[in-house]
């Protein structure tokens, strides 16, 4: 079983801006979300686990090994695939992999070719290896970022805002491709997509201005806020008069019709009818009351 364990972390950079502040979380085998908007902090707090830069206070620890004075060691065990991650543009994806796996130290040459064409397989990129991984659609580029994050069986595997951009097939393709991954190691997953960690994670937290807001299992956390969500479609115009009036926790576009959804242990007034509490509501109801 693996173990990291974030305690206290924070980061200020040089401008000024502080991107993480006493940000503690322990994660262990399995998928763990990290929500949040864009701006939050998720990718400063990835970069961080990762040792691509150093915090300016706290301890991070991955299987009881301090990786900030050893940063080499989760290095040798972790698997990144950032948000956006550049290709050589001639070099076909079994080229580009191969390449990979020696700069990640797999120097056996048998190994390494049947690490590669094992990985080219799993990601159903195995038709196309011959290709320029330049010339690949947004899904195809993201499922050979994942091969070239398992390379050398990685115990940490950091994905981040790996769906954004996809169209809905390639999406549940990738996203079928993680939760086979994520049940010996740890997967964490960084999205602003809430969908995502509703279908894959056992664990999460929110992250909002640096903050951690809350952590835990995301149905038994929906499941606090049950029987407190009520619904009702108004005027657009009229959107700000609910806002003073209620908890307004979300305002969407349904068929070209305004619905609010308000927080409340009672009926707030005519018109509005209970509704099944979701992931979303929850993240919403949480950004909303701190």
């Given at each position: 079983?693996?173990?990291?364990?974030?305690?206290?972390?924070?980061?200020?950079?040089?401008?000024?801006?502080?991107?993480?502040?006493?940000?503690?979380?322990?994660?262990?085998?399995?998928?763990?979300?990290?929500?949040?908007?864009?701006?939050?902090?998720?990718?400063?707090?990835?970069?961080?686990?990762?040792?691509?830069?150093?915090?300016?206070?706290?301890?991070?620890?991955?299987?009881?090994?301090?990786?900030?004075?050893?940063?080499?060691?989760?290095?040798?065990?972790?698997?990144?695939?950032?948000?956006?991650?550049?290709?050589?543009?001639?070099?076909?994806?079994?080229?580009?992999?191969?390449?990979?796996?020696?700069?990640?130290?797999?120097?056996?040459?048998?190994?390494?070719?049947?690490?590669?064409?094992?990985?080219?397989?799993?990601t159903n990129l195995y038709q196309h290896r011959k290709k320029a991984v330049a010339t690949f659609s947004g899904g195809?580029?993201?499922?050979?970022?994942?091969?070239?994050?398992?390379?050398?069986?990685?115990?940490?595997?950091?994905?981040?805002?790996?769906?954004?951009?996809?169209?809905?097939?390639?999406?549940?393709?990738?996203?079928?491709?993680?939760?086979?991954?994520?049940?010996?190691?740890?997967?964490?997953?960084?999205?602003?997509?809430?969908?995502?960690?509703?279908?894959?994670?056992?664990?999460?937290?929110?992250?909002?201005?640096?903050?951690?807001?809350?952590?835990?299992?995301?149905?038994?956390?929906?499941?606090?806020?049950?029987?407190?969500?009520?619904?009702?479609?108004?005027?657009?115009?009229?959107?700000?008069?609910?806002?003073?009036?209620?908890?307004?926790?979300?305002?969407?576009?349904?068929?070209?019709?305004?619905?609010?959804?308000?927080?409340?242990?009672?009926?707030?007034?005519?018109?509005?009818?209970?509704?099944?509490?979701?992931?979303e509501d929850f993240y919403f109801t949480t950004l909303a009351t701190h």
């Amino acid at each position: 079983m693996n173990t990291l364990k974030i305690n206290n972390i924070s980061k200020t950079y040089p401008n000024g801006v502080q991107a993480i502040k006493s940000v503690s979380l322990e994660i262990s085998n399995g998928m763990f979300g990290l929500l949040g908007s864009n701006g939050a902090g998720k990718s400063s707090l990835m970069r961080t686990i990762a040792s691509l830069q150093e915090p300016s206070n706290g301890t991070i620890t991955f299987n009881d090994i301090d990786i900030i004075s050893k940063p080499q060691y989760v290095r040798e065990n972790l698997g990144y695939l950032p948000q956006e991650f550049g290709v050589y543009p001639k070099l076909s994806a079994e080229k580009l992999l191969n390449h990979l796996a020696i700069l990640k130290g797999i120097i056996n040459t048998k190994e390494r070719k049947q690490q590669v064409k094992s990985l080219l397989h799993q990601t159903n990129l195995y038709q196309h290896r011959k290709k320029a991984v330049a010339t690949f659609s947004g899904g195809m580029r993201q499922r050979f970022g994942i091969a070239q994050a398992l390379l050398g069986n990685p115990q940490l595997i950091i994905v981040d805002e790996p769906t954004a951009g996809l169209d809905p097939e390639e999406r549940n393709r990738f996203l079928n491709l993680l939760s086979e991954i994520g049940e010996s190691v740890i997967v964490i997953l960084s999205t602003h997509i809430v969908e995502d960690v509703h279908n894959l994670c056992k664990n999460m937290a929110i992250l909002s201005n640096g903050n951690i807001l809350v952590t835990g299992n995301p149905a038994e956390l929906v499941n606090g806020i049950q029987g407190k969500i009520w619904s009702k479609i108004i005027a657009k115009t009229d959107v700000e008069a609910y806002k003073n009036a209620f908890s307004v926790i979300s305002s969407t576009l349904v068929s070209g019709e305004t619905q609010i959804k308000v927080l409340s242990e009672t009926k707030p007034e005519e018109g509005f009818s209970l509704v099944r509490a979701d992931l979303e509501d929850f993240y919403f109801t949480t950004l909303a009351t701190h």
